[in-house]
């Protein structure tokens, strides 16, 4: 997901019009976005629903914020007061909603989870999760400090060293991989794809949504053959690739649903990949349980 984007769906959320962003390449082809939310807002509103996907936030709090009121896939989690240069952890993939009933100002890092497993591709190894409690600010001065010194970034509008900024995404998921990832959980399938052939492959179908790779190729990027390489991702992924194909283009059809209001079904059917708006509208309604439109008219009107 490009910083902008990013920016966009976390001010949504927020109800903020703008959000100053920045990003870093953490790696051969992983981008993590740097975004800053402050808001004088004393009219409490609850956050909008996440547009889930697998990735992780990372934030550092910039003022106190009492009795911050948290909840992470329906379940309520403790009221504490965050307090400013706490960080907090946010799971991507999980439903949460906060109670935003005072002003607040946060610095967030958006990273994907990819960038992390990228750490381990050497060793053939990959993550499972990263280890924090929800709605909890914890001290950790590293990455305080690694956060915060790219919001200089957000300040002048990326005027500053891109170099700089790519080496300090680097020792960011350098730290959280090292510090915070649940490694024992790691299940390795006899027959999956290694790591960087699932990141390898995903990126390639991501990266071109209207106009996908077939199977030769996908299994040429592995090295392995094709009934070998599908049987592997399904394996890996628990999908076949058209299957992930189809699932990830809605993913992306509900980001820019919510990102550009002013973008039409067909225009956006043809971006993620479908010729056809009903063909569209049908997949969609088939895994998210409502049309299109009726989704961003829902989203919208909960910002």
């Known amino acids: 997901m490009r910083a902008s984007d990013v920016a966009t769906q976390l001010g949504g959320r927020f109800k903020l019009d703008k959000a100053p962003s920045a990003v870093s390449h953490a790696g051969r082809r992983r981008t993590l976005s740097f975004v800053e939310l402050k808001s004088d807002r004393h009219v409490p509103f609850q956050t909008a629903p996440r547009v889930q996907e697998d990735a992780y936030i990372v934030g550092v709090i910039m003022q106190d914020f009492p ?11 403790p009221v504490r007061d965050l307090i400013k240069g706490q960080v907090t952890f946010n799971d991507m993939r999980l439903d949460g909603r906060a109670i935003m009933d005072r002003p607040f100002h946060t610095v967030y890092c958006h990273i994907p989870r990819a960038a992390l497993d990228e750490i381990y591709d050497e060793r053939a190894t990959g993550l499972s999760n990263l280890r924090y409690e929800p ?3 914890m001290t950790d001065v590293i990455l305080r400090n690694l956060i915060l010194s790219a919001r200089g970034a957000l300040v002048q509008g990326q005027v500053c060293n891109q170099l700089y900024l790519d080496h300090v995404g680097l020792a960011l998921v350098s730290h959280l991989a090292m510090n915070y990832a649940d490694r024992s959980s790691v299940a390795v399938t006899k027959g999956g794809l290694a790591p960087w052939q699932q990141r390898r492959v995903l990126d390639m179908m991501d990266a071109r949504l209207a106009s996908p790779p077939g199977l030769v190729d996908l299994a040429a990027e592995c090295g392995l053959s094709v009934r070998h390489f599908t049987r592997a991702f399904v394996s890996t992924v628990g999908r076949s690739p058209h299957e992930w194909l189809r699932y990830r283009r809605i993913e992306v059809a509900k980001i820019l649903l919510v990102g550009q209001p002013d973008s039409g079904l ?13 063909h569209f509208s049908r997949v969609f309604t088939t895994i998210v349980g409502a049309t299109p439109s009726a989704w961003r008219r829902e989203m919208v009107g909960r910002r």
Do not use: H, S
């Open 67 to 77: 009795q911050y009121k948290y909840w992470e896939d329906g379940r309520a989690a």
């Open 135 to 137: 709605g909890m600010g």
């Open 266 to 278: 067909p225009e956006i059917a043809l971006r993620v990949g479908f010729a056809d708006p009903g």
